[in-house]
């Protein structure tokens, strides 16, 4: 049965077949506000939000362009509108920085092919995932008497501590835990086990599915961010099923059909479940308000029972609970 129960292919957890700055980038499209909140607050207070942020970095690095390509498209551009009479424009590029190398220079002809084309005003914000690695936030370049400084903004995994990240609110908080615990668990799988439990355990207890996508975008997020070797996979998604209180159902189900239950679908049954159930908690919610009213205007019990569905036992319950 346990062999029904797939992540993903096996090659996943090879360290070098993941895709980090894709992941990334997927995770601060979901979270781009929450991002911003958290990295630059006066920055954000300045966005006007019922003007949706657009995506725009494909009008620069179009599907067919050679200079970009696979892992090396690791750029999120947003176009947003700011707050005021005039609802001006802004473009905000944010840069992952995950395999230690400088990237100043490729920050400085991003900004200007952004200029160039629109005349825009430009946010730039480096987003470091490496463990170690410090990245330069400007890039300065002179011959004689000709020179260029490029300033930009630069953030770290590790800008904040884990107690922080724990308490905040903020769910991208979350999401750079993830990648600390990344970062402090790439020879240990074990530890990094632990981790990846303990983030689950949490967004599921923050974020249910019957209220937002917070936690599905977030679950997913970590599950890639977090690999496990297959052993520790497997484990983990017994776990999760535990966690989450729906194994009879979901692995009974798996069994009978013989379906293959990948990380991504399982997250949207769940969600689905969750939406129903809130929706029946609702329906009893309001039979009982209707049951309390129907006491307090004087019918009978026997009325009651007729006219909502509950039990005897079940009225009575509500009356002596008020």
Do not use: C
């Not at 781009?32 to 630059?40: I, R, S, V």
């Not at 620069?60 to 498209?73: M, V």
């Not at 009978?300 to 009225?315: C, H, K, P, R």
């Amino acid at each position: 049965m346990h062999d029904m129960l797939l992540l993903y292919e096996e090659k996943k957890y090879d360290a070098y077949e993941i895709d980090f700055d894709r992941h990334w980038k997927e995770v601060i499209t979901d979270f781009f506000d929450d991002f911003l909140l958290l990295l630059e607050p006066h920055l954000f207070e300045q966005i006007d939000f019922f003007n949706k942020p657009q995506p725009i970095e494909q009008e620069l690095y179009p599907l067919a362009s050679k200079q970009k390509k696979g892992k090396n498209i690791a750029d999120k551009i947003f176009l947003v509108t700011l707050k005021g009479r005039k609802k001006a424009q802004a473009a905000i590029h944010i840069e992952i920085q995950g395999d230690g190398q400088d990237v100043s220079e490729r920050m400085l002809k991003t900004y200007y092919k952004i200029f160039d084309k629109d005349r825009k005003n430009i946010f730039s914000i480096v987003l470091v995932t490496h463990p170690s690695y410090r990245q330069l936030s400007k890039f300065h370049h002179q011959f004689y008497g000709t020179s260029i400084l490029f300033r930009f903004q630069v953030h770290h995994l590790f800008d904040f501590s884990e107690i922080q990240l724990l308490k905040s609110n903020n769910p991208f908080a979350l999401a750079l835990l993830a990648g600390q615990y990344h970062a402090q668990t790439r020879t240990n799988p074990e530890e990094r086990y632990t981790y990846k439990l303990k983030l689950t355990e949490i967004i599921k207890e923050r974020y249910p599915f019957d209220e937002s996508d917070t936690g599905i975008n977030l679950l997913k997020f970590v599950d890639n961010i977090l690999y496990l070797p297959h052993e520790l996979n497997e484990q983990y998604i017994q776990e999760v099923y535990r966690i989450f209180n729906k194994e009879d159902m979901d692995m009974a189900q798996a069994e009978k059909t013989k379906e293959i239950i990948t990380f991504g679908e399982l997250l949207e049954r769940w969600k689905k479940e969750g939406r129903e159930e809130g929706k029946r908690e609702g329906q009893f919610l309001e039979r009982r308000k209707m049951a309390q009213k129907m006491a307090n205007a004087g019918l009978d019990i026997e009325t009651i029972i007729s006219l909502t569905g509950f039990s005897e036992a079940e009225i009575k319950q509500i009356l002596r609970e008020g």
